[in-house]
């Protein structure tokens, strides 16, 4: 994934008709899911790291905007468009520019959305 291609990604994100991908560039962005992410940790059950508290939740955004300035991180806020509300987070991580290879890590909170939680 090339600089331009993460720079689209900033101004234009991903969208269908169901859900929209806004490009994480500040943790401001993501203070719409912190309260549910730090008052439902059962829904953390399968996430890549503890971000249980405040701190560790800051800690684990932080390093995924390093990652977007370093450009092999492309971390996205997931908004549900039928239900109107945050579904969570993604992000394209190990990007290599090497190899022009990319995966897909999820942070869901699809269940609560959907009121499964």
Same mark, same amino acid.
């Given at each position: 994934?090339? %600089? @331009? ?7 234009n994100? $991903? ?5 929209? $991908? *806004?490009?994480?560039? =500040? ?10 992410? $730090? +008052?439902?940790?059962? /829904? $953390?059950?399968y996430?890549? *790291?503890?971000?249980?508290?405040? *701190?560790?939740?800051? %800690?684990?955004? *932080?390093? %995924?905007l ?7 991180i492309?971390?996205f806020?997931?908004?549900? @468009? ?7 987070? =993604?992000r394209?991580?190990n990007?290599?520019?090497?190899? +022009?290879?990319? @995966? /897909? ?13």
């Amino acid at each position: 994934m090339k %600089a @331009k291609d993460i720079q689209y990604l900033i101004d234009n994100g $991903l969208e269908d008709d169901r859900v929209k $991908l *806004s490009v994480i560039q =500040s943790i401001e962005d993501v203070r719409p899911i912190q309260e549910i992410a $730090l +008052s439902e940790p059962e /829904l $953390l059950t399968y996430s890549p *790291s503890d971000i249980s508290t405040v *701190s560790l939740f800051e %800690a684990y955004f *932080s390093k %995924a905007l390093t990652g977007l300035t370093n450009g092999d991180i492309v971390p996205f806020l997931i908004f549900d @468009k039928s239900a109107k509300q945050y579904a969570g987070t =993604s992000r394209f991580g190990n990007i290599s520019q090497l190899i +022009s290879d990319l @995966k /897909l890590v999820g942070l869901g909170l699809e269940n609560y959305i959907n009121g499964q939680a």
